[in-house]
């Protein structure tokens, strides 16, 4: 079915677009369904050091399923939550489940949390940190907290204020999903993070052109080095990508050959294996999960 708008312009209605749209409202469903029911959970997927192979923290990574039991992804129903205005309550959610959950694990496990720009609009944010760490108890220095660069482009003052305020607290500050945004250069200067997140693209990059994702990686990491931050690559799922990474100089790994996100209860195995396991630069063969 087509309609025309005026001279010359025209819209066309597709039945993907409705397929969408109607695709949409379900998820939003399923986002107030899940809160009310308790739908919502946290997994976990294990940061290695890349010295020595061995597991130094967890990202959480929220999961929610529908009525049915079928997950739907966070990259799906994150973006549907920001625009319903549920993001505020499920990320309160999120740093109060998972700094109580590091509580319970061996010093000095850290654990990391993703944070949605939204979340630095309400002006809740600070209180809803410094709630969780009270809560749980949790040491400040064991939560990290992750923004990724679309944070850094509208409002700059306010969100540099209140990254000083979260800074003050005692937790550490990623930049998630570093160079896949265009504002990563402009205000990486701005900012004392702790830590970047090297996103998966440049990883995947090395499979196509070695030698150009070297160079590319290794100048992102001295970069890094020289604004005093540690260098995480994610999307790590071979091994020959894990040692390249370990050449370049990256402090810290993260992807399925390591370890998928897996629920909570799972995690006391991994550290149990942990605690038994050899560990050498290259990562472990036998790793559960
Ligand atoms: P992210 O923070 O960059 O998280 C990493 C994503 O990469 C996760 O996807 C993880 O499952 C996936 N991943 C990890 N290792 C590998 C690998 O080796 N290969 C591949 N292909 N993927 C890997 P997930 O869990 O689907 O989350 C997607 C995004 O949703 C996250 O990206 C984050 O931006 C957002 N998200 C997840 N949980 C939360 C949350 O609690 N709050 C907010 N605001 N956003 C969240
Ligand atoms: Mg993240
Ligand atoms: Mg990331
Ligand atoms: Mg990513």
Request: proline fraction near 5%; include cysteine; glycine fraction near 6%.
């Amino acid at each position: 079915e087509a309609r025309t708008l005026g001279q010359g312009q025209m819209r066309v209605f597709r039945p993907e677009m409705e397929t969408r749209v109607r695709r949409r409202r379900q998820v939003e469903r399923s986002i107030r369904d899940g809160i009310l029911r308790n739908r919502f959970s946290l997994h976990y997927q294990p940061l290695v050091r890349a010295e020595d192979g061995r597991t130094r923290g967890f990202e959480a990574l929220m999961r929610l399923t529908d009525a049915s039991g079928k997950p739907i992804s966070p990259g799906e129903f994150i973006p549907a939550a920001e625009d319903i205005g549920a993001i505020d309550q499920l990320g309160a959610w999120a740093l109060h489940e998972a700094t109580a959950a590091a509580a319970q694990w061996p010093e000095p496990l850290t654990v990391a949390v993703n944070l949605s720009v939204e979340q630095f609009r309400d002006g809740g944010l600070i209180a809803s940190v410094r709630s969780a760490l009270d809560a749980s108890g949790l040491a400040p220095e064991r939560l990290e907290l992750e923004v990724t660069e679309s944070l850094l482009i509208s409002n700059v003052e306010e969100v540099e204020a209140q990254l000083e305020d979260l800074k003050a607290l005692g937790v550490s500050l990623a930049m998630d999903d570093f160079g896949t945004g265009y504002s990563s250069l402009s205000y990486l200067w701005r900012f004392r993070f702790d830590r970047l997140k090297l996103d998966r693209s440049f990883v995947l990059a090395f499979d196509q052109k070695p030698d150009r994702a070297r160079t590319t990686i290794s100048a992102i990491i001295a970069l890094g080095r020289r604004l005093d931050m540690k260098v995480t690559a994610e999307g790590v799922e071979t091994r020959s990508q894990a040692e390249a990474l370990v050449d370049l100089g990256c402090d810290n790994l993260q992807g399925f050959y390591f370890g998928a996100p897996m629920p909570e209860a799972q995690l006391r195995e991994v550290m149990r294996w942990e605690a038994e396991a050899e560990h050498d630069l290259a990562p472990p063969r036998k790793r559960p999960a």
